[in-house]
């Protein structure tokens, strides 16, 4: 089971973090991406990051030099800290697993996914 928090509304220019916690399975095994989906839209990848053993991480479009993602491994959690917002970043955040050494940056992969945390960027 994975699980999102974080969300909420936030300024022009602010931040938050993301975590997506999970039970039932270590995420140290597992790659481990998020994902976007505004209003009308398809669900896009945002980031992933490797299993512990390769540790990269990866970054879609405009959130590279903004969004950083990062694993706890004693709390079995994945992050996404989210920098300098802007309203085109406004969707609900799914964090998803796949059983896969590397992750990707696309949706199919992914096996187990969280129920999403709603981001809404706004003045």
């Known amino acids: 089971q994975l699980v999102e928090s974080g969300g909420g509304l936030v300024q022009p220019g602010g931040s938050v973090r993301l975590s997506c916690a999970a039970s039932?399975?270590?995420?140290?095994?597992?790659?481990i991406g998020w994902f976007r989906q505004a209003p009308g839209k398809d669900r896009e990848a945002v980031s992933c990051i490797d299993d512990s053993h390769n540790s990269g991480t990866h970054y879609q479009g405009s959130a590279k030099g903004r969004f950083t993602i990062s694993r706890d491994s004693a709390k079995n959690t994945v992050y996404l800290e989210m920098n300098s917002l802007n309203p085109e970043d406004t969707g609900a955040y799914y964090c998803?697993?796949?059983?896969?050494?590397?992750?990707?940056?696309?949706?199919?992969?992914?096996?187990?996914w969280g129920q999403g945390t709603q981001v809404t960027v706004s003045s």
């Open positions: 998803a697993a796949e059983a896969s050494a590397l992750c990707k940056l696309f949706v199919w992969p992914y096996n187990y």
């Open positions: 039932g399975f270590n995420v140290d095994h597992y790659a």
